[in-house]
């Protein structure tokens, strides 16, 4: 009986981290004087809350990755500002790969708890769009390049 109240217990504990999507580290990257902006995601399932994944960023900016170990390559003949995110979205995205194509663009809100990502069929279409909504691009409403898949 104590078995039974207790895996009852954990059913609806299960459910909701299910039903609220993975947390990903967004990864983004944007060459300073322009709009052009890259963005990697990274998904770990041993990080289940956003507290996590910000607690994975402060140990990442000292060097110390535990989950999202990567490298990217030293910019040459431009600047980059590099900023992390940590995300909630039901989507799915694939696995990073360092020399896969940056081809899939996608506008990227990520204002509210849970984020909001829409595909675009080119980055000029997406900041047309985004113009359309708010002025212009900000910190966490964007348009950005993705080498990765994302499934919705």
């Known amino acids: ?8 217990g954990f059913f609806p504990m299960v459910l909701a981290t299910a039903d609220s999507g993975r947390v990903y580290l967004l990864s983004k990257r944007q060459i300073l ?9 990274f998904y770990d ?6 507290a996590e ?13 535990r989950y999202y170990t990567h490298k990217f390559p030293t910019p040459k003949g431009y600047l980059e500002k590099l900023d992390y995110y940590c995300v909630q979205t ?8 360092d020399k896969a194509p940056y081809d899939f663009v996608y506008q990227i809100d ?9 595909a675009m069929p ?9 113009r359309q909504q708010i002025h ?8 950005a390049k993705v080498s990765q898949e994302i499934r919705f």
């Open 53 to 65: 994944c910000e607690r994975e960023i402060q140990r990442g900016i000292r060097g110390q990755w």
């Open 45 to 50: 399932r041993s990080v289940t809350s956003i």
């Open 122 to 130: 080119h980055y000029a279409e997406c900041l047309r769009d985004l």
């Open 90 to 97: 039901g989507a799915v995205i694939s696995p990073w790969y």
């Open 136 to 143: 212009d691009e900000t910190r966490h409403f964007f348009c």
């Open 1 to 8: 009986m104590k078995w039974l109240l207790l895996l009852a």
């Open 33 to 41: 004087n322009s709009n052009m902006t890259t963005v990697v995601f």
């Open 110 to 118: 990520i204002r509210h708890s849970t984020s909001r990502i829409k």
